[in-house]
């Protein structure tokens, strides 16, 4: 296996986000907390994973993965030039989508938006042609630069079934433009704007959203219809008060999600009312004087919150850890 890159992989999704950059947080984000029982990592395996092409709007394009949970991407094409979200998860991955985007348009490609930094959002840059300006938060650069090979097969390993052939060849490319919190384009008549509204699954997700289509991306900010958020990195308050400003800003009829299906707007405003049940439950736990490690151990997603059957036990997982930093978030640890 050859692996060139030094990039903050997903143990991300595993234990901890240790090795990125992240803002200020409560106690409880801020120390590591082992998984919950029942905790599984998402399946993130490339191999074989098809990208289906989705219309959206005119010049608007979903790019679905074939697999319950593996990565989506996307492109919006203008008269002038053409954007990609993401590159996914590796060198093959990053040319399906070239390929997808080139039986639509010959337009150049000329913005790549990273929306997180997570490797399976990022390990493809290197396959894009070289005047492709990749762009991405300013936190999402910082966070990759650092890492070393080994702490690549150890983080993402759990991930991708132990099977690091998938990282065969990868290169890292990093992006060559950054922002603070907000960045535009017009494509020619068809504008984009990118957006951090702060920590929420990760330290730094950005949503890529095209106002005449009413279409976002939304990275691992909000997944797709049948789930429910992970608060990976802890700051379960912090994720809610991200995603009430996301909702408070751009109208969204479509979301594009980092991994899942398609789903409606409706379902930031769903993801909020899950975040309130969840501090509800930690709030009454901490009060009845109940068993905390037992009380996670149980613990089942609320029948409200709809769950997609083939990901039952993955949101359970992350119900649980969501739980498990709720309840330490109320006793300000």
């Known amino acids: 296996m050859t692996l060139r890159l030094a990039v903050p992989l997903l143990l991300a999704l595993v234990t ?21 029982p029942g905790f599984l990592p998402p399946p993130l395996n490339p191999t074989g994973v098809v990208l289906e092409t989705r219309r959206l709007a005119d010049g608007v ?17 203008g008269a002038e030039a053409v954007l990609v979200v993401d590159s996914h998860f590796n060198g093959e991955m990053g ?27 990022t390990f493809g840059n290197y396959v894009f042609p070289k005047d492709t300006r990749i762009v ?53 008549g068809r504008v984009v704007h990118v957006r951090y509204f702060g920590s929420g699954m990760s330290a730094n997700d950005t949503v890529v959203y095209v106002p ?20 990976q990195i802890g700051g379960v308050a912090a994720y809610r008060a991200t995603l009430a400003r996301l909702a408070a800003t751009w109208p969204i009829d479509t979301i594009v999600p980092g991994h899942g ?3 409606g707007g409706g379902t930031v405003s769903l993801d909020l009312q899950y ?43 992350f119900h649980r850890w969501n739980l498990q930093r709720a309840l330490a978030e109320v006793q300000g640890q």
């Open 16 to 36: 901890s986000a240790e090795g990125q950059a992240q803002p200020a947080a409560p106690p409880a984000a801020q120390r590591r907390i082992p998984p919950p």
């Open 61 to 77: 394009y979903a790019l679905l993965s074939n697999t319950p949970f593996a990565d989506n991407a996307g492109f919006v094409v």
């Open 95 to 121: 040319r399906q989508i070239i390929a997808a985007v080139r039986k639509v348009t010959d337009k150049p490609i000329r913005y790549l938006i990273n929306t997180n930094a997570f490797g399976d959002h």
């Open 136 to 188: 991405a938060n300013r936190r999402i650069v910082e966070a990759m630069r650092g890492l070393t090979a080994l702490e690549v097969g150890r983080r993402m390993a759990a991930t991708v079934g132990n099977d690091l052939s998938v990282f065969d060849g990868v290169e890292l490319r990093l992006p060559d433009e950054t922002f603070e919190d907000e960045w535009s384009v017009d494509l020619g």
């Open 212 to 231: 005449d289509a009413r279409v976002a991306w939304t990275a691992n900010l909000v997944f797709g219809a049948g789930t429910i958020p992970w608060a």
């Open 261 to 263: 299906t398609l789903t």
């Open 275 to 317: 975040f309130d049940d969840l501090a509800a439950t930690a709030a009454r736990a901490i009060a009845d004087g109940v068993f905390r490690d037992s009380l996670v151990a149980t613990a089942e997603v609320p029948e409200q919150f709809a769950i997609t059957p083939p990901l039952g036990p993955l949101m359970t997982g």
